[in-house]
């Protein structure tokens, strides 16, 4: 099975830290296969079950005599005498997978579970089936009260009995409907062409519908649990500003659904305890809070230090809903856009992958290691600055096959973190450069994975302390989920 659909779940469940089960009939354990075929798939799939024999599958049914009764017997409604043979059994597949979706989410302790069941061909039972149909269930737990119910549910017919192909089919049918379920968070809609509308800009800072991120140079305003962004109405989003509230000193990020998004840079009431560094806090945001959160402080960042034109010296000011910084002089105009610095990150590994190269620097607290980073120079690869970072701060050659896996933005100040994994002879002593890094070491497995358990945002220090604390056998800390660091460490333990 190579469909795309399946890459797109996997990593929309990593980005959002969010995992599934499933539990299969008619495609017969190609939508199992399909997640763990994908890279890094361990990390968001809890497993699942095919029930393929109808009589004998009660054990791969929780062993749950219900649920195994389900799938044979429907209970019957007004109309059921009225339907055909076929019908009544597209019906109970149907009703057995709403009922497993929600057993096994309950059961197995996952954010989403599938459930699919139906008939592929070419051989039907009961016989008026002539084409095959899937039934599809999704099941999602509730983030905030625990509750499980069903989102989705859809019957998929096909118009003939190729067995083959319809279990292919059904089972990309199913990726779909699982990236549906799992997208309902949609992520920022940047909305660009609404940038060069300035009179629709107006009228949205005036919507009442329109809310607003408060930012304070790196750090943005959360609600008091740091876990959640304050995306205020206007009426509250003022007090933060000595001057009226309007394009004037907003910048238009897009939507969230259907509510327009602004940020500013605030000028009043800095001492709230409610803002807080965005780099500790984000990744305990929402997929789409942590977009926003970005997203926002990377723009009021870039504004700060463009205030001038870099090709003359005149003031600049801003236009296209705050993307776009314009030298005042007439005879210059210079245009300037937000710009994103490169910079590598890497997990470095031993040949035979049972290590990986984990380092410490003076910013992080103690026992705090992270991947090996660094910006890419002018003139260089992506994969040439992977070589040079690892050798100037720990004095590690790499192999050759640096690999690409994925990037993230990172706008502290600027920056657009590229992620790679590389791998190097253990046994060559290691030569840190002293100015970067407090200390560097080779870690096991079974020594990250312990780390891993830690929750919260330990880069600040006196969370890490009390981690420590806790636990003083801990011999390390590592990034919280949802960093790209962390994603780096994790692919690696799932290896």
Known sequence: MSSRAFRYVVEALRQRGKTVTTIESTTGGLISSSIMKVEGASAVYYGGSVAYNT????????NDAELHESLI???DTDDSSTLSEGERYKRSKLHWTEKNALAFCKTMGTDFAVAEG????????????????SAIAIAARDPITDRVEIVTRSLIESSHADREKNMELFASSAARELLGAVTKDTGLDRRVELRTDSEKLDALVDDEHSRFVVVNNSNTLFDSTGTALSILPKSEAKQFLTEPLDMSNCTFLGFTKDTPLFAFQATENLSDPNFMDTRTQNPFLDFTENQVALTATALMNWQRTTKFCSKCGSATKLTQGGHCSVCTDDSCKTMTFPRNDPAVIVAVTSRCNSKILLARSPRHPEKMFTTLAGFVEAGETFEDAVKREVYEESGMWVDDDVKYLKSQPWPFPQSS???????CDSSVPLNLDEEELVEARWFTREEVRRACKVEGPVMRPEVAAAALEKDPSLTLLVPPKRVVARELIEKWLSE
């Open 118 to 133: 139906g008939a592929a061909g070419p051989t039907f039972r009961p016989k008026d089936l002539v084409a095959g149909f």
């Open 55 to 62: 009589r004998r599958c009660k054990p791969v049914l929780l």
């Open 73 to 75: 017997n429907t209970p």
């Open 417 to 423: 973190m590229i992620a790679f994994r590389a791998r």
